[in-house]
């Protein structure tokens, strides 16, 4: 079969519809371009409700996903729906398009299993896309360990056991990898979730999103019990409420599981005049929206998760040139080093406090997005990133890698 087409790739991903995906979505553009045949597995989500679409020249299949998990017994049977699903779909690739590795980004670290399927039985390498930590995810979300963290302990072993090559978003998952993961470092390909910038720019701002205010704060992404929105609600509690600010707009764009209460929270405090609730955005109405933050907001709490992951949220606001305010995690604090300021203890008033310094002093503001943009241009260049996700698929392949670019070296920041 791969003599007669170029060689193929299968991406699985089950969090979120593709092309909304920023990352699976500019990996799999980017496999492509560089002749492979690239098929992907997700949910319908959003406008993208057709089962089967050819888009840009990659192959896309989507199946239902009518479960959204709000517990450990949800989440069972949300992957396991998903699971079937992407089996079926991964089998309907198959003779549709064809492939030759498949790709399967977490979470959840089940996809070991459709991975094992066709490695073992059909010979096709498994690449594992490791986005989540699971257990530490888990830990972060409901505030224990016990059974259900050593079940995820044993998903994520699984899922490198049978993964033939990994890919890491940062130092620390790939310290994982080859730590409590086992694998070779030379099977370990570092690639950043950087925004690629000939299309994730700054275009004109919108400043009807103000709702008629001075300053526009904002946030993007999910929201999910662990993704700390709630405490962004509460520093806007404190900035109108305790220091009778009336010039401050909060616009919070994003979907999830939280969003229902976070809506309750910012009635019950009185702010449905001060924040927007636009729900999911993406393209021209996403950059829109970014470019017309005054300062963009993180408001994910510092835990064992979150301190390990890079966010696709730091990334894109250095791309920007947007200031921001987040508590003081490790990794991002790592990325960002002068371009955020950093909020303590996961205080929500610590969080008003921060956004004020930051709205009420414009050197600050410009000082913070020029270190930004400068850190975005020297450390994160997504044609570097690329080559390393390229490199990795000829690993996968069997072929010889040579001159794979190493990932610059971010500086410590004090």
Request: include cysteine; charge should be neutral.
């Amino acid at each position: 079969m791969l003599g007669t087409r170029r060689p193929g790739i299968l991406i699985i991903v089950e969090n979120l519809t593709v092309p909304l995906d920023r990352r699976v979505w500019q990996e799999a553009c980017a496999l492509r371009d560089a002749g492979y045949t690239v098929s992907v597995v997700c949910p319908k989500g959003g406008v993208h409700t057709a089962p089967y679409e050819h888009l840009d020249g990659v192959h896309i299949f989507r199946h239902p996903l009518p479960i959204e998990a709000s517990g450990p017994l949800g989440y069972v049977a949300e992957y396991s729906t998903a699971l079937f699903f992407e089996f079926v779909l991964s089998v309907k690739a198959y003779f549709k398009v064809g492939f030759d590795v498949v790709q399967a980004c977490n979470p959840p670290d089940l996809l070991f299993i459709i991975g094992a399927f066709w490695k073992y039985l059909f010979g096709k390498p498994f690449v594992f896309d490791h986005h989540d930590i699971n257990p530490e995810l888990y830990e972060a979300k409901f505030g224990r360990r016990g059974a259900w963290h050593r079940l995820l302990q044993f998903f994520e072993r699984q899922t490198f056991r049978v993964a033939d090559v990994a890919i890491a978003t940062n130092e620390t998952f790939r310290d994982i990898a080859t730590g409590r993961g086992r694998m070779d470092k030379d099977r370990v390909f570092i690639v950043r979730s950087v925004p690629d910038t000939s299309r994730f720019r700054r275009v004109e701002p919108d400043p009807a999103l103000k709702m008629g205010r001075k300053h526009l704060v904002g946030f993007v992404g999910i929201m999910g019990s662990q993704d700390g929105v709630d405490l962004m609600v509460e520093a806007m509690h404190a900035i109108v409420n305790e220091h009778g600010r009336n010039d401050v707009q909060a616009l919070i764009i994003g979907t999830g599981t939280e969003l229902p209460y976070l809506k309750q929270l910012s009635a019950e405090r009185g702010l449905e005049d001060y924040i927007t609730f636009p729900g999911f955005q993406s393209g021209n109405a996403l950059l829109t929206a970014m470019s017309t933050f005054d300062i963009g907001i993180i408001p994910d709490p510092k835990n064992v998760y979150n301190d390990k992951i890079s966010m696709n949220k730091v990334l894109e606001y250095m791309t920007l040139g947007i200031p921001f305010v987040q508590f003081d995690l490790n990794e991002g604090r790592k990325m960002a080093a002068g371009a955020a300021l950093y909020a303590e203890d996961n205080c929500p008033r610590s969080l008003a406090s921060r956004m004020l310094t930051l709205l009420d002093d414009p050197a600050l503001r410009e000082s913070t997005a020029a270190e930004g943009v400068a850190r975005a241009k020297s450390l994160l260049r997504w044609d570097e990133e690329r080559s390393r996700l390229l490199s990795a698929m000829e690993c996968a392949l069997g072929r010889k890698v040579r001159n794979v670019p190493q990932p610059v070296a971010i500086p410590a920041h004090d």
